[in-house]
């Protein structure tokens, strides 16, 4: 094992044995590499003369670029577009990004968290989750609706066991006992589990309320207490599209933060969807882990393994991404602009919570709980999901997402408001061709 690696796991062994263990093979392995990048890193600062050690190009003391590059990118420099950024991310992102996160999360003023890494998207961000913290046949707790990407990161790619629950009781609130069940099923089975929780939900557009964050939290706490090492991944892609007064307008990362020594909270997030920039794949992993003593250390070692995992894959996420992040999260309209977004997406929520309220649905369909996000789902009573799909696009121009054998997912955040009574009931007319 490489001599920083050693170093950095006897640091987190030292402090925080339960998270040691945590751990993959591959994450016990990782660390961030000295040589050329400390050396380089050495020499920005002290090489006031002259500076041979980048593996850039660079002409009268600045990037090299192409005018014809540049051109399009109006307010940022060559050196803060197309330069490389560090591993880690760009500082002053970094920092801005956390104070974002507690501007948001006020509770999470007072709790100890990592600084932000930065990743390509949030995408990147489990991936990158999986190499650092999942081994082959670790179980991955999830509910019964995912997103299909989770099983390809986490099953497909690392071989984890994938271990789900019935998403939805019949009071069309969070199966809490079904989780509460699973849990402590798969508790008695692993020395570690792994929890994803994504809020507000893809597919069904369900955040949990309050109530319901305070229980999954104390059911989490208590089976970290009977000696389970629990690791809880929270997915918070669409965080911040609440439509609803009773919906957790927290990060559930909050809620178990800082809670027990055996329970590491993972915070995904990032400017993708939050900040309506979809293809810029700027995202962010936190760590938030109760840790009596020096605390900043390990969080150090653990950013810095995070950091080499993404160094070994990608090398660094888009400079050009994050600079832009950065700049706009500076403009005096920035917050604003936010809050019309916003507005916008949650007229159309309560839109299309409005137009299936009408009885001339409740023969073809049932409707997901849902009340928050991009998304909602509808349970179809009598056609298939896929052959209602391809019906609805061959016929009617109308295209769908068919989940399993009865669900389909609606996009409401891609259509017009006025769209949208036009689009249920031409899906109803689709379910009336097939019956």
Not at 16 to 32: H, N, Q, R, T, V
Not at 154 to 177: E, M, T
Not at 388 to 396: G, M, N, S, T
Request: glycine fraction near 6%; proline fraction near 4%.
């Amino acid at each position: 094992m490489n001599i920083i690696a050693q170093e950095l796991n006897q640091i987190i062994q030292k402090n925080s044995p339960y998270i040691f263990e945590m751990l993959s093979a591959i994450g016990k392995e990782l660390f961030f590499p000295k040589g050329i990048l400390s050396q380089s890193a050495e020499a920005k600062q002290r090489a006031h003369k002259i500076n041979a050690t980048i593996g850039i190009a660079k002409e009268k003391k600045h990037i090299m670029h192409l005018p014809s590059v540049m051109s399009p990118i109006q307010g940022i420099s060559p050196d803060n577009a197309i330069n490389y950024a560090p591993s880690f991310g760009i500082p002053e992102l970094r920092n801005r990004w956390k104070e974002w996160q507690q501007e948001n999360n006020p509770s999470l003023n007072n709790a100890q968290t990592s600084l932000p890494i930065v990743t390509s998207g949030i995408t990147h961000g489990i991936s990158t989750f999986a190499d650092v913290w999942v081994d082959p046949d670790d179980v991955v707790i999830l509910p019964s609706m995912i997103w299909g990407n989770y099983n390809m990161i986490l099953n497909v790619k690392k071989g984890a066991r994938i271990s789900q629950f019935p998403i939805f009781n019949d009071k069309n609130g969070y199966h809490l006992a079904a989780f509460k069940e699973k849990l402590e099923e798969e508790a008695q089975k692993n020395k570690k589990i792994i929890v994803l929780l994504n809020f507000p939900h893809n597919p069904t557009g369900y955040t949990i309320t309050a109530s319901e964050a305070d229980t999954m939290a104390k059911i989490l706490i208590e089976i970290a207490e009977k000696g389970t090492n629990i690791i809880v991944l929270v997915d918070d892609s669409y965080f911040g599209l609440f439509y609803e007064p009773e919906t957790l307008k927290e990060s559930f990362f909050t809620r178990i933060c800082n809670k027990h020594p055996r329970l590491l909270a993972v915070k995904l997030d990032g400017a993708t969807k939050e900040h309506y920039v979809w293809g810029l794949r700027v995202g962010f992993i936190t760590y938030g882990c109760m840790i009596s003593d020096n605390v900043s250390q390990v969080y150090d070692a653990l950013e810095k393994k995070t950091a080499g995992c993404i160094r070994g894959t990608i090398s660094n996420a888009s400079h050009l991404s994050q600079s832009i992040i950065v700049q706009a999260m500076k403009q005096a309209a920035f917050k604003s602009e936010k809050k019309d977004k916003f507005e916008i997406l949650n007229q159309r929520a309560h839109r299309v919570k409005e137009v299936l309220q009408h009885p001339k649905y409740k023969d073809a369909w049932d409707v997901y709980p849902f009340n928050s996000g991009y998304f909602m789902c509808i349970r179809l009573k009598h056609i298939q999901a896929e052959k209602l799909r391809v019906h609805l696009l061959d016929k009617y121009g109308v295209g769908l997402i068919a989940l399993g054998e009865r669900d389909i997912r609606v996009a409401f955040s891609c259509i017009e408001i006025e769209e949208i009574q036009e689009l249920f009931d031409i899906v109803l007319q689709g379910v009336k061709d097939l019956s």
